[in-house]
């Protein structure tokens, strides 16, 4: 007999990309939600930030000093095994919250284990993007109609 660990839930962190800070009503975080509602019917388990409400400075280092948020944010990403990023869209391209956070990701490219492999390797990435002339609704998988 061969005693195994229980293999953890996975996690999922929701980066919320909404130009409005909190707590405004934001369908970006509304369909961040709803993503994550459904991985947690799978045994996700998840968390959301909206990138705006914390100051996450500029640039494509991990670190970019005094004030940054973005470290504490990387944290969270680290222990995540699924990383959402839900963005509204204005005028064909996404918020410029969400080119910030793909900046800070860019310092990711550098960051390697001993095996020169990227730490993020292995990491699942969903966008969920809200347009800007409609809104997140709630619908289950049965009212859903397909065009």
Do not use: F, Y
Request: overall charge negative.
């Amino acid at each position: 007999m061969t005693d195994t660990a229980p293999t953890p839930p996975l996690r999922a962190l929701a980066l919320v990309c909404s130009l409005k800070p909190s707590p405004a009503p934001s369908s970006s975080e509304l369909l961040a939600r709803q993503v994550l509602d459904q991985l947690a019917q799978h045994g996700v388990t998840g968390d959301v930030v909206r990138v705006v409400d914390h100051d996450v400075k500029p640039g494509v280092e991990i670190d970019m000093g005094e004030g940054d948020a973005w470290p504490a944010i990387r944290e969270q990403l680290m222990a995540a095994d699924i990383l959402i990023v839900s963005t509204p869209t204005w005028v064909g391209h996404m918020s410029s919250v969400a080119q910030r956070v793909l900046e800070r990701l860019d310092g990711e490219l550098s960051e390697t284990d001993d095996s020169g492999r990227p730490l993020v390797a292995g990491k699942v990435a969903v966008t969920a993007v809200v347009g800007n002339e409609g809104t997140a609704r709630t619908r289950s998988p049965r009212t859903c109609s397909r065009a």
